[in-house]
């Protein structure tokens, strides 16, 4: 139940603008979200279009979440979500030249950059 009330209160932080041309984060959250319940993040750096500084994780239910950037908690969440996409990258990329193999090349070269 207390669960359900934080994420509630959370909702209330992410603020969509008339018109839905952007949103912002107008207060951070002090409660921490353990991290396998985190899909995806992205930064809310900009202050000619936020003047909080965030970062807004999406959670595994779709919910948007604003917090410090300068957390610890928000740090390693980030790194987590980080490798856990760089495992998934992998994890891919293995299967595609799995699924080359028979196959004639000359070369095969794989480069990741993000």
Request: charge should be positive.
């Amino acid at each position: 139940f207390p669960q359900v009330l934080i994420l509630f209160d959370i909702q209330l932080l992410y603020f969509n603008f008339p018109g839905g041309i952007s949103k912002c984060c107008l207060k951070n959250i002090k409660t921490k979200v353990h991290r396998t319940l985190l899909r995806s993040y992205h930064e809310q750096n900009d202050p000619s279009l936020c003047s909080v500084p965030s970062v807004v994780f999406t959670t595994t239910k779709g919910k948007k979440l604003c917090a410090n950037p300068s957390n610890i908690w928000t740090k390693t969440s980030m790194a987590y979500l980080d490798g856990k996409n760089w495992q998934q990258k992998q994890t891919t990329l293995k299967k595609k030249v799995k699924g080359m193999r028979g196959k004639e090349t000359n070369h095969l070269t794989v480069s990741i950059i993000d």
